[in-house]
Nanobody
Framework: QVQLVESGGGLVQPGGSLTLSCAAS????????MTWYRQAPGKERELVAS????????NYADSVKGRFTISRDNVKKTVYLQMNSLKPEDTAVYYC?????????WGQGTQVTVSS
């Protein structure tokens, strides 16, 4: 079955950096677009970044452009989110997502808190 396991969250000061990882299993990882979402308290879940199967196309939310970088390793079946210049408004639970056969699958999420 499809499984997505996020890791790498934590507490970081404003201006700091974190790298999130999402380990995938149960599907042909190299054939699918992978997406990071986030959900802050009291807010709807929003798309942060996506990357196509061969890394040929990457898309970012305007709020993170120039600060976040999405990448993937199809051998390790892992997608990453490098987050730099973090701001308090980046505080959220970050989720990995894949749309597989018209169904969306989610990981359990990893908490990112940006605070001094």
């Amino acid at each position: 079955q499809v499984q997505l396991v996020e890791s790498g969250g934590g507490l970081v000061q404003p201006g700091g950096s974190l790298t999130l990882s999402c380990a995938a299993s149960g599907f042909a990882f190299s054939s699918y677009t992978m997406t990071w979402y986030r959900q802050a308290p009291g807010k709807e879940r929003e798309l942060v970044a996506s990357i196509t199967s061969t890394s040929g196309s990457r898309n970012y939310a305007d709020s993170v452009k120039g600060r976040f970088t999405i990448s993937r390793d199809n051998v390790k079946k892992t997608v990453y989110l490098q987050m730099n210049s973090l701001k308090p408004e980046d505080t959220a639970v970050y989720y990995c997502n894949v749309r597989y056969y018209a169904n969306h699958f989610w990981g359990q999420g990893t908490q990112v808190t940006v605070s001094s």
